[in-house]
């Protein structure tokens, strides 16, 4: 699903943030990328996403090779990956429902399509009853997971989130990382960035370790590791 062939990214200033980074992500899975500030963890997140292009080496997505995605291809593109930040950027002039249609009223989707699939994702994320409050009458926990249900409003097949949980506390961190398990579970492939290396060991699950911009681990987990 996800494909990194000997990826380098050099930003102009001649730093080099990744290094000829190998890893595969199949359809399904579900992934942590760690690593220390700096290590290139939001880069590879915005190599996928097409924020940035790699200097060396291919990212495929399915059978995409990114490099052959023109600018007129790139929305099309992030319509299928859903993307969740440290800090979800909500419009506090809208109330909960705008703010996860938004991306469908970019689209230009019928307001009868959006009202379905709004609902459908505040459902999923436990805030069905919130649709109609202003974000700001949320706690932060509840503002972050209208993120997440603004990122899958589009039913997209890969979830990306960088740092998501790096403004909650341990208990909101651990129900928004059970959040990102269900979406896995019916299918969505996750990976996410994140510095927080006692969450990650929580959750057992593969993780991809960048140290300086290389890729030291990408074992997939063990049969019994952490049992
Ligand atoms: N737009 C940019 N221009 C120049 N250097 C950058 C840019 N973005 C990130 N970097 C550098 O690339 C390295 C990796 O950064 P980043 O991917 O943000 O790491 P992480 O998310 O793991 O903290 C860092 O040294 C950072 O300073
Ligand atoms: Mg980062």
């Known amino acids: 699903m996800i494909r990194f062939d000997n990826v380098s990214k050099r930003y102009s200033e ?44 291919q990212v495929l997505i399915g059978n995409r090779v990114l490099d052959q995605v023109t600018r007129s291809q790139i929305p099309y593109l992030r319509r299928q990956i859903g993307v969740v930040f440290q800090n979800p950027h909500l419009l506090f002039d809208r109330n909960v429902f ?16 959006q009202g379905r699939r709004v609902r459908a994702a505040l459902e ?8 109609n409050d202003s974000p700001l009458a949320l706690s932060g926990g ?14 997209p097949a ?11 506390d341990p208990a909101l961190s651990a129900d928004i990382m059970q959040l990102f398990q269900d979406l896995n579970s019916v299918g969505v492939t996750v990976l996410i ?4 290396i006692a969450l990650v060991e929580q959750m057992q699950r593969r993780v991809l370790t ?4 290389r890729m030291t681990s990408s074992d997939a987990l063990a049969e019994g590791a952490y049992t």
């Open 158 to 168: 890969i979830l990306l989130a960088d740092e998501p949980t790096g403004n909650l």
């Open 14 to 57: 001649g730093h080099d943030a990744l290094v000829n980074v190998n890893f595969e992500l199949a359809a399904g899975e579900m992934a942590f990328l760690t690593g220390h500030s700096g290590a290139g963890k939001s880069t590879l997140l915005k190599l996928i996403m097409l924020i940035e292009r790699s200097s060396r080496g």
């Open 124 to 131: 999923r994320v436990g805030l069905l009853s919130k649709e």
């Open 142 to 155: 509840e503002q972050q997971r209208v993120g997440i249900a603004r990122a899958i409003v589009n039913k």
């Open 98 to 113: 705008d703010n996860v249609a938004l991306p469908l009223q970019i689209a230009g989707m019928s307001t009868r399509e």
């Open 193 to 196: 960035a994140t510095h927080d």
């Open 210 to 213: 960048l140290d300086q911009g």
